[in-house]
């Protein structure tokens, strides 16, 4: 059965969240209070790059059952489920979260509210949240409309999302338990499909379901720094942490996946997730409990300045005057997302050190241009590395993997390869007569 639903806030979320209830079969209204990323959306492009969006995007449009506007009363008008997908950064000169744009969907939509509706917020945000929120949108909604507020977070991950809408690893619903709630059964007509195969779906409180979330990017975040402080051992005593990698990951205790050492994480998630639930612990009178996420920040920064320390030590102790090739700036591949990316950091961290730098990834330029202007940025790969004393590899884009020795060896001033994400097999570089240095290897 089709359920009228609006997806508020039309990001890298919202967006994906929109075109994948309409691949559904609901009825979907995308809002935004940015008129140029609705144009965009409504011409059927995805305002980021993000594979398979716009297919989807586009076929359901063409059917009818997706549409996109910036109007609030219309949302109101239109929507029994609200999907709340607005982003929840880093408050300024703050580790906590900055929920004015949630805070405001409510403010938006409750007055405009006539029916009896249900918000399902997908944002990460801090435990708590959703109870205030609750409270914002009953004290704003006018007599006759009633507007819940459930919690039902987000897993998807950049570059996959559209798969991992349609088919997540679970879904999580939190509700009010000290109220009746119209929002299960809702839940259920949403996503009858993904529920009928079989997909895990956890029924829980608003609190639980908003520090499932944050709970897993922790897990995740504390993952990635494990291997890069095993690394930095690794470094100091000559071991290799692609095979200690490897072995570990063989237990399935531990598992291999999230297990690449290299230059960490970025992103608009983790980083800034994790920030915000030490922040939060701290408010609730438990942040010992988080201190270790601190460290998990630090270890995370560290690979950074690793980095740049690796790629200064190679040119004799001195970048000034050294032409360095930067291959990738995306926080990651499959994604124009520049957000905290460790490889953009790392680039203006050589460049600030006196080297000339030119940088190159498929996706992100235009993102990198307007976070860093002062960066050369080169068309092409090719192009990047023409005259280069130093390629650094810094996000792992296929196109990057699958180079080989031969395809720069005519084109660079100096043979030498760091790779940032140990996504490079040192062997063939090696026996071209390259240096090739890895993080956390020999
Ligand atoms: C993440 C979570 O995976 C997702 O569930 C959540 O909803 C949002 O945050 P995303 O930010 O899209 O998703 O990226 P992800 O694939 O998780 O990678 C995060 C960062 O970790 C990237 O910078 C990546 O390069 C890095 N990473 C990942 C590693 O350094 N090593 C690894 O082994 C895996």
Not at 39 to 48: E, M, S, V, Y
Not at 172 to 199: M, N, W
Not at 234 to 241: L, N, T, V
Request: charge should be negative; hydrophobic fraction near 45%.
């Amino acid at each position: 059965m089709s359920v009228r639903l609006t997806v508020l806030g039309t990001g890298y979320l919202g967006a994906t969240h929109a075109a994948c209830m309409a691949e559904l079969g609901h009825d979907v209204l995308g809002v935004d209070v940015d008129a140029d990323k609705i144009a965009k959306l409504t011409a059927g492009q995805a305002p980021f790059y993000e594979p398979g969006l716009d297919e989807v995007l586009a076929r359901n449009i063409a059917a009818g059952r997706l549409r996109f506007t910036t109007s609030y009363a219309e949302a109101a008008a239109w929507g029994e489920a609200h999907f709340l997908c607005v982003g929840t950064p880093q408050r300024r000169g703050e580790n906590a979260a900055d929920l004015r744009y949630v805070d405001s969907v409510i403010d938006n939509l409750a007055p405009h509210v006539a029916n009896s509706a249900v918000v399902f917020g997908k944002s990460t945000v801090p435990v708590g949240t959703a109870a205030t929120l609750s409270g914002r949108a009953r004290a704003a909604v006018p007599a006759g409309g009633t507007l819940e507020v459930a919690w039902n977070p987000e897993f998807l991950r950049e570059g996959y999302a559209v798969q991992d809408t349609l088919r997540p690893d679970r879904l999580v619903l939190g509700t009010d338990t000290s109220r009746s709630s119209r929002a299960e059964e809702l839940a259920r007509e949403i996503y009858a499909d993904i529920l009928d195969a079989g997909t895990p779906f956890i029924v829980t409180d608003l609190a639980t379901a908003e520090m499932v979330k944050t709970a897993a990017n922790s897990f995740l975040a504390t993952k990635i720094s494990f291997i890069n402080a095993m690394a930095e051992i690794c470094e100091a005593s000559g071991a290799d942490i692609t095979v200690l990698a490897d072995a570990i990951g063989y237990d399935e205790r531990i598992g291999r996946r999230f297990l690449n050492a290299g230059l960490g994480f970025g992103g608009g998630c983790l980083p800034k997730d994790i920030r915000a639930f030490m922040a939060r612990a701290g408010e609730l009178g438990a942040s010992q409990a988080l201190t270790f996420l601190r460290e998990v920040d630090n270890v995370n920064m560290r690979a950074r300045i690793r980095m740049v320390e690796m790629t200064r030590e190679i040119s004799g102790g001195s970048l000034i005057g050294k032409r360095v090739a930067v291959l990738g700036t995306a926080f990651k591949p499959n994604s124009d997302d520049v957000r905290d990316s460790p490889a953009l950091n790392v680039a203006g961290q050589v460049q600030l050190q006196g080297a000339s730098v030119t940088a190159y990834d498929p996706k992100a330029m235009e993102n990198s241009r307007a976070l860093f202007p002062t960066l050369d940025y080169a068309a092409s790969l090719i192009e990047a590395c023409e005259g280069a004393d130093i390629i650094l590899v810094l996000t792992e884009w296929p196109e990057f993997t699958a180079l080989r020795p031969a395809d720069l060896d005519e084109l660079v001033r100096g043979k030498v390869i760091l790779d940032g994400r140990n996504c490079l097999d040192p062997v063939p570089w090696r026996a071209a007569g390259w240096v090739y240095r890895g993080l956390g290897r020999p």
